[in-house]
């Protein structure tokens, strides 16, 4: 195995409180490959942070120590905020949850998609025009055309989140960072996109971090998994072998969950006491 | 008699219909589930049975008495809401007890101290809870807090717009399990709204599919365990929740 | 005291008054942390207890004429001076500071509430209500302030009563507008739809769950105001239409000491010490309500 893509030991990530420092990440560590990782956790986890903070997009007060957090050989933490600029997007991209909030409303997808280009490269017009329509085409936008003259509010949730995902895609980064990219969709057409998503990564062979609630989807669209809770890795394993999961925590996740052919009278409940005290 | 009953309703936002001919019935103590994706007007519909601001044509009766425009204090005693995010749907600025004491004090009536601490029981909340603020818990306990809300007035019919689908795996297994256990124990009929088909299947005896305000295909809780829904649409949305098709 | 701060923080409060008081206490323990609004807390308070005791801190009467010792500067026997009938400037001032709060206060006690009720009733109800009701706002929000103010008191007569109705009538359009703004962002808002279902009717809704959420913009736009009532209050007074002779109101005490302004320089200068420190007063702790009490910044923690 060649050098890993992004190599983290010790991660932390705290915030101020009346009543001090609350770690909400305590000491998470793991390397990733060109290879898809899903970061699976509930609310409060700490998985959204970890994510955040490969990106440095923590803000002050909140505090991000590591004993090392390296992207491809650069140590992230060292670097000034306009070296940062220059990682984000070009070489790591972030889909987040909400489309809505993430385009920007007063300008043209068309403008939108080539501005991640502009900021990064230093392409003729006409190369940079080409380009993002055969990204809006890859990610199965049936007339890019006419869709690149649109803005944000004129399409739908699921075709916001494709062009989030063409936006962040068309620098060619080496690394994307999905954080709960279809959670804000609906069922039908979360499949879709994240088949999208799963191809242009496979294709391109590009490092995935799935962060998501689901541990399906995860388990879905991963090769390998991390099972957070409370700031910590609880799990790790590899996505097919979710099922024989051994930690307490992963396995109450997959118990809680109903299924469609419920029999149960009663779900099982998390009974956070029995890891919590160790 | 039945608890819900609906025949063809349709339900327009200014000149856009969002619900036609819609035509259902919930008998009493059944739970029923209206599946459906955004857009399908499925919470429409929920409103318009509430009476929060949407108006319609058509005739529906809650237990019997047919729906007029508005809510009175009648319509409030047999039927409540819970409402789907737990962290709007209470008042930031009350405490849990002024929240749950607030029906009781609409409707007149006494002993607010004791009904207060009874449902808190009642939904799995410790007394310590009462005099905090909603700020001060998390949100499966706000969804405790929004449950107990609606039972305080002892209602017959509940509607549940997407209850968990803002919550956390775990804690949605617990509100499920806490929803299941208070509609045995005080005999209530549920109407649920939601996206999600597996909760369906845990926690009703029929559905309805809709599909872009219309309701394609009603069937029975077994139909779904088994995977034998008949209309495409509903197959389709069988197979994206994670459905097997057999 | 560390039981009482214990009482007071405690996580499960155990009564409905333990639970008010905790929340007052974290308020204003956020505002002691803020040093401008500390600083314009203390400025207010010090207004209102010199307003209180005014009788004994001033070493003078207000109105006393004193003709041998006209116009003196500034000494250890009058603090400020004293103006062209040989009063004490000093007593005058610490006598003003009763007429500036009375402004201040009836004004905020009149407008604040007409300004809450018609913003939140018509931003709950919309339609025609909000359509007229908005309609009359803008009309009044479309006149100058003082402009309209001196119509009233000239139509009304001078004097300080005359002064706070015309005040009050120009201060509240802004209330009604910001009321109604805050009511639109949470009429159709899930915990109302919850009262709706409960059948409260529109009158409580109103009053007992949209007012109370919209008292504290209204609280941290009244005290920023304070300073621009002060000054209308005074601009009234200087053109003699607010409080009459011999009343030591600050605007007027101004007025007359424009006179003697290159000579006497006092005798304007300090009146106007008290109105801009006032002013500040207020515009810090305003400021510094808005930290601590905004919605949009915090609460959560």
Redesign the interface.
């Known amino acids: 195995m060649t050098a890993p893509l992004l190599d983290i030991d010790k991660l932390t990530v705290s915030f101020p ?2 009543y001090g420092r609350v770690e909400v990440v305590k000491g998470v560590s793991f390397t990733l490959g060109r290879e898809r990782l899903g970061i699976v956790g509930e609310s409060g986890s700490g998985k959204s942070m970890t994510g955040r903070s490969i990106l440095k997009l923590i803000r002050p007060p909140g505090e991000v120590t590591a004993n090392r957090l390296t992207f491809s050989g650069i140590d992230i933490l060292s670097q000034s905020e306009k070296q940062m600029r220059a990682i984000r997007g070009a070489r790591i991209s972030m889909v987040m949850q909400d489309p809505k909030f993430s385009l920007n409303p007063v300008m043209t997808i068309g403008a939108q998609i080539a501005e991640a280009l502009v900021a990064h490269t230093k392409l003729p017009r006409r190369e940079i025009a080409r380009r993002s329509r055969d990204m809006l085409e890859a990610v199965r936008i049936d007339d890019p055309d006419r869709v690149m003259r649109l803005y944000p509010h004129e399409v739908s949730g699921g075709m916001g989140q494709r062009v989030m995902i063409a936006m962040m895609l068309v620098p060619e980064p080496d690394l994307l960072i999905a954080d709960e990219p279809t959670s804000a969709l609906d069922v039908s057409i979360q499949a879709q996109v994240l088949d999208i998503m799963d191809e242009l990564v496979r294709n391109k062979g590009m490092g995935l971090i799935l962060i998501s609630h689901d541990l399906e989807l995860v388990s879905r669209y991963c090769d390998r998994i991390l099972v957070m809770n409370a700031g910590e890795i609880v799990e790790e394993c590899v996505a097919s072998e979710l099922s024989a999961a051994s930690h307490p925590y992963t396995r109450g996740l997959i118990a809680a969950m109903p299924h469609m052919d419920e029999t149960r009278e009663i779900l099982p409940t998390l009974d956070r006491s029995q890891w919590e005290a160790t | 008699m039945s608890a819900i009953s609906l025949n063809n309703v349709d339900i327009s936002y200014g000149d856009t219909k969002v619900a036609f001919g819609t035509s259902f019935e919930v008998a009493e103590g059944e739970s029923f589930g209206l599946v459906g994706e955004s857009g399908s007007g499925k919470s429409t519909i929920l409103r318009a049975i ?1 009476g ?2 949407t108006t319609w044509t058509g005739e529906v009766s809650v237990l019997g008495q047919p729906r007029k425009p508005g ?7 047999k039927c ?2 819970v ?3 737990p962290y ?8 849990i ?2 929240t749950l004491g ?2 009781l004090s ?2 007149g009536i006494g002993d607010r101290g004791g009904r207060i601490e009874a449902m808190l029981e009642a939904v799995g909340l410790d007394r ?6 909603p ?2 818990l998390s949100g499966g306990q706000r969804q405790r807090v ?1 449950i107990a ?2 039972l305080m ?1 002892e209602p017959k019919v509940l509607l549940l717009d997407e209850p968990t689908s803002a919550l956390d795996v775990s804690v949605q297994a617990e509100i499920l399990n806490l929803l299941k256990r208070l509609r045995k124990e005080q005999n209530l009929t549920f109407l649920l709204v939601t996206h999600n088909l597996p909760v369906v299947s845990f926690l009703c005896d029929r559905l309805a599919i809709m599909r872009q305000g219309r309701i394609v295909e009603i069937a029975d809780i077994g139909q779904l365990k088994s995977g034998k829904l008949t209309d495409p649409y509903s197959r389709e949305l069988y197979e994206a929740s994670g459905g097997k098709t057999s | 005291m560390a039981t009482t701060r214990d009482w007071l923080l405690a ?6 008054f ?2 008010r008081m905790g ?1 007052a206490y974290r308020v204003t323990v956020a505002l002691l942390h803020n040093p401008l609004a500390t600083v314009g807390l203390a400025i207010v308070l010090l207004l209102i207890a010199t307003a209180i005791f005014a009788p004994l801190l001033a070493p003078y009467s207000p109105i006393g004429q004193d003709l041998p010792n006209r116009l003196k500067p500034p000494s250890a026997a009058h603090w400020m001076g004293t103006d062209e009938l040989g009063r004490d400037i000093y007593s005058r001032v610490i006598y003003g500071s009763r007429i500036t709060l009375m402004i201040v206060l009836l004004v905020a006690v009149i407008s604040a509430p007409i300004g809450l009720v018609v913003g939140a009733v018509s931003g709950y109800f919309g339609g025609w209500i909000d359509r007229i009701l908005m309609g009359i706002t803008d009309v009044f929000l479309s006149m100058p302030k003082l402009i309209l103010a001196l119509a009233f008191v000239a139509a009304l007569g001078p004097g300080v009563e005359n002064a706070i109705i015309a005040i009050a009538i120009t201060a509240w359009p802004a209330y009604a507008r910001i009321a109604r703004a805050e009511t639109l962002t949470f009429r ?4 109302i ?8 009717a529109s009158a ?1 809704i109103i009053f007992s ?1 949209i007012l ?2 919209c008292t504290s913009s209204m609280i941290i736009r009244v005290t920023l105001d304070m300073a621009g009532i002060i000054l209308t209050a005074a601009g009234l007074g200087f053109i003699g239409l607010g409080a009459q002779p011999p009343l030591p109101e600050w605007g007027a005490m101004i007025s007359r000491g424009r006179t003697f302004i290159l000579d006497q320089w006092w005798v304007a200068t300090m009146p106007g010490f008290a109105i801009i420190i006032v002013s500040l007063g207020f515009c810090f702790l305003g400021d510094g309500l808005r930290d601590v009490l905004d ?1 949009r910044q915090g ?3």
């Open positions: 409180t009346p | 509430a929060l601001g809510i009175d204090k009648g319509f409030a005693s409540q809401m409402f789907q995010d709007g749907s209470l008042h930031p600025r009350k405490t007890d002024a607030e029906p609409v409707h310590r809870f009462r005099f905090r603020y700020h001060q929004a809300r609606a007035l | 996580d499960s409060p155990t009564s409905r333990q639970a929340r159709n808002s899930e915990f739809a919850a009262v709706q279902m409960q059948g409260a409580r769950h109370p959420l919605p609460e959560n923690s």
